[in-house]
């Protein structure tokens, strides 16, 4: 199994910034593509930010130039540096890790979601 712990959502002001953070741990044999998705209430989820195994990035329109994914393969770790925060982008953010485990089988693992709160 395949377990991704997010940290770094909570409140911030518009304009402001936030950095959450994913971990993946478990059966891991490799981590292909990892991303970001958000669901506001009353909306579908969708796709903030993604990044493949080679460092090769895309972005939401809505959040291109304020933020920022990165990984770290070393730690299975993904992060997403938002800045210039607005109240759209309150939402619950879901990492997602397509991960290969060790008994060879392709898992799309999700995470618990973080609560991404921007006052007005």
């Known amino acids: 199994q395949v377990q991704l712990v997010e940290s770094g959502g909570g409140l911030v002001q518009a304009g402001g910034s936030l950095r959450l953070s994913c971990a993946a741990s478990?059966?891991?044999?490799?981590?292909?593509?990892m991303g970001w998705y958000r669901q506001a209430p009353g909306k579908q989820r969708e796709l903030v930010a993604r990044i493949t195994s080679r460092g090769s990035t895309n972005y939401a329109d809505s959040v291109k130039g304020r933020f920022t994914i990165s990984r770290d393969n070393a730690k299975n770790t993904v992060y997403l540096q938002m800045n210039s925060l607005k109240p759209e982008d309150a939402a619950v953010y879901y990492c997602n890790c397509q991960t290969v485990t060790t008994t060879w089988s392709a898992l799309d693992a999700w995470g618990q979601g973080t609560l991404v709160t921007v006052s007005s």
């Open positions: 478990g059966s891991i044999f490799s981590i292909n593509a």
